[in-house]
């Protein structure tokens, strides 16, 4: 179930704010790591065997690394439990519709950038809350890797008007139920375990036990 927003292109932006939380992430030994779904196990990321067979570092690594974006985006939800999505102009398909933000300019802190498309994209300021999801993106087509931040943008008063810039068609709320039949696999995915960490208090539990934040890897959770 998905309810249209008033989304006005005009003066009257809304405001909200957020209190800093800081987020935690659990330290594993490399053969533990895997990419967490929810309601089950993910897929396996190398051993430390098959770690060792990479070569070692060197001062290319520092001075030039292989280029990842940096996304940056966040969770908005209201009273009734559903999530705050965008319609993006310049994506097809069941990319169009994701979380408010994007990609981060050079040396641009995730958090900054998060604040600054918020602003751009739907003319409210926030200070974004936590980390709630960082999901690691591999290569696909066209599309670079990258690592994307989730964070907390908390609940808008229910009155907050959007205005909404150039590059989005709409926005709307939507149920968690109705996600799967709107976004791509990977957008349900990092907001589904957005919401887990929400829903969880302190947050998600990685592997091993310890509390944390969700990392995500690939496209979509293992079937």
């Known amino acids: 179930?998905?309810?249209?927003?008033?989304?006005?292109?005009?003066a009257g932006n809304g405001l909200a704010r957020t209190p800093e939380r800081a987020?935690?992430?659990?330290?594993?030994?490399?053969?533990d790591l895997h990419s967490p779904r929810p309601g089950g196990s993910g897929t396996s990321l190398p051993s430390t065997?098959?770690?060792r067979r990479f070569p070692v570092h060197d001062e290319a690594d520092f001075t030039a690394p292989p280029g990842r974006r940096l996304g940056a985006l966040a969770l908005f939800r209201n009273d009734?439990?559903?999530?705050l999505l965008v319609e993006k102009t310049y994506r097809v398909g069941r990319a169009r519709w994701g979380l408010p933000g994007g990609c981060a300019h050079a040396d641009e802190p995730a958090a900054v950038a998060c604040q600054r498309e918020v602003r751009e994209e739907l003319?409210?300021?926030?200070?974004?809350?936590r980390v709630l999801v960082v999901h690691h993106m591999l290569a696909a087509g066209d599309d670079r890797e990258g690592v994307n931040v989730v964070f907390d943008g908390g609940l808008p008063a229910p009155d907050t008007r959007f205005t909404l810039s150039e590059e989005l068609a709409s926005a709307r709320w939507v149920a968690p139920v109705g996600l799967r039949s709107l976004v791509a696999p990977y957008t349900e995915w990092r907001v589904t375990a957005a919401l887990n960490v929400l829903a969880a208090g302190s947050g998600a539990a990685q592997p091993g036990g310890g509390p944390g934040v969700p990392y995500l890897v690939g496209h979509a959770p293992a079937a």
């Open 1 to 10: 179930m998905t309810a249209a927003l008033p989304v006005p292109r005009r």
């Open 23 to 31: 987020g935690t992430i659990s330290f594993l030994r490399a053969g």
């Open 49 to 51: 065997e098959r770690l």
């Open 80 to 83: 009734d439990g559903q999530v």
């Open 123 to 129: 003319g409210l300021y926030i200070v974004p809350g």
